[in-house]
């Protein structure tokens, strides 16, 4: 069975860093994409990046282009989504999901919900 | 940036009735580079359309995608009491790979 474990919920405060993962299992992690999504509460879907583990290779959207990074370890099959400054605006759920080779997102993870308050 | 604008923002029906709902791009998509999502309250969203018009595994074929170019529309033929959610297309062509904002369909 393809799945995207994804790492546990957090609570930080702003100027914190954090690093959540995503691990894949079940398909060539190595030779698909992975995708991350920031769901803000109440709000609806933001494409953030894509990294292609087997290579590293990864675009980021404008809009979180130097907020975070996206990161891949293909030794592992894992993802990673990491800022080094949290804001309480980062506060939001996170989603990781697998791209097809048209990138798009066909296995999705259950999310990592982060809190970030002072 | 291709924006996609959704339509309605909140569709109101009743199970067993037709849902049609619309995605407009900014500027021409590739069928095969567009998307639909479902997303239940409280869980991730699920691939249900990809290139346009094809149904993901597990899909019924109540749900039906077209379009081309600038207009894209989720049809579902007739609702059950599971298709109530809030649904989403994307586009994943060209770069960042936008969503629309969503339409949620809500029991009547």
């Known amino acids: 069975e393809v799945q995207l474990v994804q790492s546990g919920a957090e609570v930080k405060k702003p100027g914190e860093t954090l690093k959540i993962s995503c691990k894949g299992s079940?398909?060539?992690?190595?030779?698909?994409?992975i995708g991350w999504v920031r769901q803000m509460p109440g709000k609806g879907l933001e494409w953030m990046g894509i990294?292609?583990?087997?290579?590293?290779?990864?675009t980021y959207s404008p809009s979180f282009q130097g907020q975070v990074t996206i990161s891949a370890d293909k030794s592992i099959s894992t993802a990673y989504l990491q800022w080094s400054s949290l804001r309480a605006s980062d506060t939001a759920i996170y989603y990781c999901?697998?791209?097809?080779?048209?990138?798009?997102?066909?296995?999705w993870g259950r999310g990592t919900t982060v809190t970030v308050f002072s | 940036e291709i924006v996609l604008t959704q339509s309605p923002g909140t569709l109101s029906l009743s199970p067993g009735e037709r849902a049609t709902l619309s995605c407009r791009a900014s500027?021409?998509?590739?069928?095969?580079?567009l998307a639909w999502y479902q997303q239940k309250f409280g869980q991730a969203p699920r691939l249900l359309i990809y290139?346009?018009?094809s149904r993901a595994t597990g899909i019924p074929d109540r749900f039906r995608g077209s379009g081309s170019g600038t207009d894209f529309t989720l049809t579902i033929s007739r609702l059950e009491p599971e298709d109530f959610a809030v649904y989403y297309c994307?586009?994943?062509?060209?770069?960042?790979?936008?969503f629309g904002q969503g339409t949620k369909v809500e029991i009547k």
């Open positions: 990294i292609y583990p087997g290579d590293s290779d990864t």
């Open positions: 290139g346009a018009s």
């Open positions: 999901a697998r791209a097809s080779p048209y990138h798009y997102m066909d296995v």
């Open positions: 079940g398909y060539s992690f190595t030779n698909s994409w």
């Open positions: 500027q021409s998509v590739s069928s095969t580079y």
């Open positions: 994307q586009q994943h062509g060209s770069s960042p790979h936008t």
